[in-house]
């Protein structure tokens, strides 16, 4: 690129002498542009330290495990709060009717709840 930049230059300023396409066709070192445009930042990066990667690979490792643990102990415990605000009717495939707040009022009203507390 840099030669292409100085032949057309040199061109410009010296048209007696012209333009010799020939070199600029057989380069023996094309530009690297994809090395140009990752340096051209020149951002530092930041290394990490060992125990840095050592935490890192120990969470990516532990995080699948955890993953499924959650979901296996917490899904069901959301699932059956989500269930205590409705009619829960006896048999496969019966629909539910919402009732919000009306089994927790009928639990405080009844008095075996209280006799078991």
């Given at each position: ?6 032949g057309l ?9 012209g ?11 094309p ?20 125990r ?19 979901g296996v102990?917490l899904?069901p ?22 009732v ?18």
């Amino acid at each position: 690129m840099r030669q292409l930049l100085l032949g057309l230059l040199s061109a410009v300023n010296n048209p007696s002498k012209g333009f010799d396409w020939v070199d600029l066709r057989y380069n023996a070192n094309p530009p690297n542009f994809l090395a140009m445009t990752a340096n051209s930042q020149n951002l530092p990066r930041r290394q990490l330290s060992l125990r840095q990667q050592d935490r890192r690979t120990a969470w990516l490792l532990v995080l699948p495990a955890l993953v499924v643990i959650l979901g296996v102990t917490l899904w069901p415990i959301i699932y059956t709060f989500i269930l205590s605000f409705f009619q829960a009717p006896t048999g496969i495939n019966q629909v539910r009717t919402f009732v919000g707040f009306g089994n927790y009022l009928e639990m405080v009203k009844d008095p075996t709840f209280w006799e078991t507390i």
